[in-house]
């Protein structure tokens, strides 16, 4: 079965640091990627998704993920994180065919100090 | 504003009452999720519909039944739930499977 893991669940940073958040998943077939933030009282937003070609995907806000297919990885990261960053991240993988349907990591909380 | 709407926003109920959640989306999208998410747990999904069709159903008790009467509505109908079942229950849609999904702000549920 397809699952996904998040290695950090609670991230403190002070402003300008360096993000990094891991994400592994385990399926042997080909897969489409996510990051999703949650901002305090909103709704599950897109950041970026990985389909196919350039393994390096840049999304919204400052945010790019990597795919590396033989870590089976997809990491998010982003240079200089601001107070507004401030929110739970989730790492999702679907499968391209049938329902489509979402896994989703245990999602991390990114704290980031003024 | 993600284009599917779920109302109500907030819902408190007692453990023998009857309601129901509904989500809508006018996007064109085909597939259309719930999910259920409780505090340090994963989102876990609920249903799957696709072209008005249920094709997964993730194990949930039978207290919890779905119902898409058409492309744009899916309805979430609750009956004698449990204080476990407390949680946020979000709604989803997906142009097309495994391209990803859109959610609406979620119905927070309350058991008591």
């Known amino acids: 079965a397809q699952s996904v893991s998040q290695h950090n669940h609670h991230v403190i940073l002070s402003e300008a640091a360096s993000l990094e958040l891991g994400c592994n998943y385990s399926?042997?077939?080909?897969?489409?990627l996510f990051w999703y933030v949650q901002y305090p009282g909103q709704h599950l937003q897109l950041l970026l998704k990985?389909?196919?070609?350039?393994?390096l995907v840049k999304g919204i806000k400052g945010f790019e993920a990597e795919f590396i297919k033989s870590k089976f990885s997809f990491n998010l990261r982003k240079p200089s994180v601001q107070w507004s960053d401030t929110a739970e991240y989730f790492c999702?993988?679907?499968?391209?065919?049938?329902?489509?349907?979402?896994?989703f990591g245990q999602g991390t909380t990114l704290q980031v100090k003024p | 504003e993600t284009g599917v709407t779920q109302t109500p926003r907030h819902l408190v109920m007692g453990m023998t009452n009857k309601k129901s959640l509904k989500c809508e989306q006018h996007l064109g999208h085909n597939a259309m999720y719930w999910y259920k998410q409780s505090a340090k747990k994963p989102l876990e999904l609920m249903f799957v519909y696709s072209l008005e069709e249920r094709v997964e159903n993730n194990s949930v008790p039978s207290r919890f039944s779905p119902e898409c009467p058409n492309s744009s509505h899916l309805f979430l109908h609750l009956h004698t739930l449990q204080p476990e079942d407390s949680a946020l229950y979000l709604c989803a849609s997906s142009p097309s499977p495994g391209r990803g999904a859109f959610f609406g702000q979620g119905t927070r549920l309350t058991v008591v």
């Open positions: 990985y389909f196919s070609g350039d393994p």
């Open positions: 399926y042997g077939g080909t897969v489409n």
């Open positions: 999702a993988v679907t499968s391209s065919g049938n329902t489509g349907k979402l896994i």
